[in-house]
């Protein structure tokens, strides 16, 4: 089945008790037991598991060909819950261009649970193997990476770690499984914040993971979610599964919106230089072409001059928001650097861009008068 068609109908069964066609909310925090506590209906409490969420897990595993998937209550428990599962004393690789709130899990967190890390550009696989360590035991890919769009070969980089017994996790929240899947590409573990594109227009939280064939991690994970109580909430839940109905449509129109963008900004005397990966001037294209089926929604700029030039720019679009976050149905651009704060690598003069469902016409009509 394609990825269209799995997208409107995965965790959609009618339900049974009412046939209707959109699934209910079930917000129930408790379900009835047997007499010694017996699980009947298959749920007993909301921080274990309830029905929406099931759906939604349900409906993130088939559409990465995972074997089952764990809903967050944000893209970051996601990611914190995999790190978790690692024995202390474990050694984890994060690459160089990564969304930055991981930057500081690792910076502030990690040494705390006695878990050590290494910083890596991903885009050489030599330096990745020589950083291997043999309590190596995760090897974190963001691809395409945050701000910087750099991609990073999923298949190599799998091959890599295997040889060495690490995991590879894959942020696969810039891509969604409409254009990349990694477990596909050899990857263990893939992470959405479904904040983004799966939910798709701004307006809820969450996170995900999808793991491959008997993933040893799986139970471990459930585990952490139910203990540490980073559960997603019921009316959360449905609204990203609401969401990714619309998923693959929206994948499209955000692409061929960005890809128009990233080629009139090419011409632009004031940009310096142009991050999509479906440029064929990106240093990673031929990899890009190789495991994406497109090149999505997000891109990012260099305004020719420093951090002033840049915050002109974004001061004089009318169309496009100022504001954080990315993949919603609404362009928005963003200053990285200073939206970033204190651990952030971008640079001073980088604009990033969440490019919208709207004309693609009006978009580039408004960067190009922000860029005069
Ligand atoms: C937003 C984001 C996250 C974090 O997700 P939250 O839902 O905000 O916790 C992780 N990775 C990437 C690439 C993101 O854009």
Same mark, same amino acid.
Do not use: Y
């Given at each position: 089945m394609k990825i269209e068609t799995t997208a409107v109908h995965a965790g959609a069964d009618i339900d049974p008790s009412t046939g209707a066609i959109a699934p209910p909310i079930h917000l129930s925090t408790t379900f009835e037991h047997g007499p010694a506590s017996e699980e009947i209906h298959g749920y007993s409490y909301i921080r274990e598991k309830n029905p929406t969420q099931s759906r939604l897990e349900e409906a993130l595993a088939q559409l990465d060909s995972g074997e089952g998937a764990v809903a967050f209550a944000s893209g970051m428990a996601a990611g914190v819950a995999v790190v978790q599962t690692l024995p202390p004393g474990s050694h984890v690789i994060f690459p160089d261009d990564i969304y930055v709130t991981f930057r500081r899990l690792a910076r502030d967190f990690l040494p705390n649970w006695n878990l050590q890390s290494t910083v890596v550009n991903m885009q050489d696989p030599a330096k990745l193997s020589k950083a291997i360590r043999p309590n190596t035991k995760l090897i974190w890919v963001e691809t395409p990476s945050n701000p910087l769009l750099k991609i990073s070969d999923?298949? &190599?980089?799998?091959?890599? &770690?295997?040889a060495s017994k690490a995991m590879v996790l894959v942020d696969n929240t810039f891509a969604t499984p409409i254009i990349q899947r990694p477990l596909e590409l050899g990857a263990d573990i893939v992470l959405y914040s479904t904040t983004k594109y799966f939910g798709g227009h701004s307006d809820v939280q969450g996170?995900?993971?999808?793991?491959?064939?008997? $993933? *040893?991690?799986?139970?471990?994970?459930? /585990?952490? /979610? @139910?203990?540490?109580?980073?559960?997603?909430? *019921?009316? $959360?839940?449905?609204?990203?599964?609401?969401?990714?109905?619309?998923? *693959?449509?929206?994948?499209? /129109?955000h692409t061929s919106n960005a890809a128009a963008i990233a080629t009139a900004l090419e011409d632009v005397p004031a940009v310096e230089e142009v991050f999509y990966p479906g440029l064929p001037t990106h240093k990673e294209h031929e990899i890009a072409k190789r495991q994406m089926r497109y090149f999505g929604g997000m891109l990012s700029f260099q305004v020719r001059g420093g951090q002033d030039q840049a915050t002109m720019v974004a001061s004089k679009v009318k169309l496009f928001l100022n504001a954080t976050s990315l993949g919603g149905t609404e362009s928005l651009i963003e200053?990285? &650097?200073?939206?970033?704060?204190?651990?952030?690598?971008? @640079? *001073?003069?980088?604009? /990033?861009?969440s490019v919208g469902i709207e004309h693609p016409d009006d978009l580039i009509e408004d960067l190009l008068q922000a860029l005069k």
């Open positions: 999923i298949r &190599a980089i799998s091959e890599i &770690a295997h996170g995900a993971l999808v793991l491959g064939n008997k $993933n *040893p991690i799986f139970d471990k994970l459930l /585990r952490i /979610r @139910q203990v540490l109580g980073s559960v997603s909430s *019921p009316f $959360n839940a449905w609204l990203v599964l609401r969401g990714l109905r619309t998923l *693959p449509c929206r994948m499209e /129109r200053h990285r &650097a200073s939206s970033e704060g204190e651990f952030s690598t971008a @640079q *001073p003069n980088l604009l /990033r861009l």
